[in-house]
């Protein structure tokens, strides 16, 4: 949905509800939008330099398995385009698993996911030579590390009538980080990458193909 925003140079939030019909859906994506302050425009933002760091926004959702748990996430970034480290300075996640019962414990599952899926996202990564698994331990698989720069993270719930069914927080969060945060490395750069991890050494080879 992004590539084609803009291929169409359309705002990304803007063509996604213009192309959505689910209530839930629309209305996790408008929220986390409003939260974040989305300010609208086509991706990516004009470059005034390819060196440096560069800051950008982006977006994602999901309806989890259809219709178990409905998110959408707003992430923004900054690269540095000499080394190519992304840093993910602010996530804004909206969630709807319907009625809400434990607000604490669903905010919590909403930011936990957020770091799990940001870890996903920025270095988690199997790796194996011709015989067998090489990454078997916390040396050689890669995950955020005690200490680490922790974004500002807004969870926005969306609360619905307690005769609706509940459905899914646990999983709903972590789907859309990746995508989020790719994203934002596309509005910031004009860079698409496909792969995660998004390490450096991928972000360097995707900005050398940028014009």
């Not at 646990?170 to 859309?176: P, R």
């Amino acid at each position: 949905m992004d590539e084609l925003a803009a291929r169409v140079k359309a705002d990304p939030v803007e063509y996604r509800l213009r192309h959505l019909s689910d209530p839930r859906l629309v209305d996790v994506i408008k929220a986390a939008a409003e939260t974040a302050k989305w300010d609208p425009r086509p991706s990516p933002k004009p470059r005034t330099s390819k060196t440096g760091v560069v800051t950008g926004r982006g977006v994602a959702c999901v309806a989890y398995e259809r219709d178990n748990g409905f998110s959408a996430m707003v992430a923004e970034v900054e690269v540095n385009q000499d080394t190519g480290k992304v840093s993910v300075k602010h996530i804004v996640l909206a969630n709807d698993s319907g009625p809400i019962s434990n607000p604490d414990g669903l905010r919590n599952q909403i930011e936990g996911g957020a770091l799990q899926g940001m870890s996903r996202a920025l270095m988690e990564e199997v790796t194996w030579d011709d015989q067998k698994v090489t990454s078997f331990d916390w040396r050689t698989y890669r995950t955020l590390p005690l200490g680490f720069d922790v974004p500002k993270i807004e969870a926005v719930l969306v609360d619905r009538h307690p005769d609706e069914p509940a459905c899914g927080a646990g999983e709903t969060a972590i789907t859309v980080v990746a995508a989020a945060i790719g994203n934002a490395i596309f509005d910031a750069t004009g860079a698409r990458i496909r792969q995660v991890p998004f390490t450096p050494e991928r972000v360097k080879a995707a900005l050398s193909e940028v014009s």
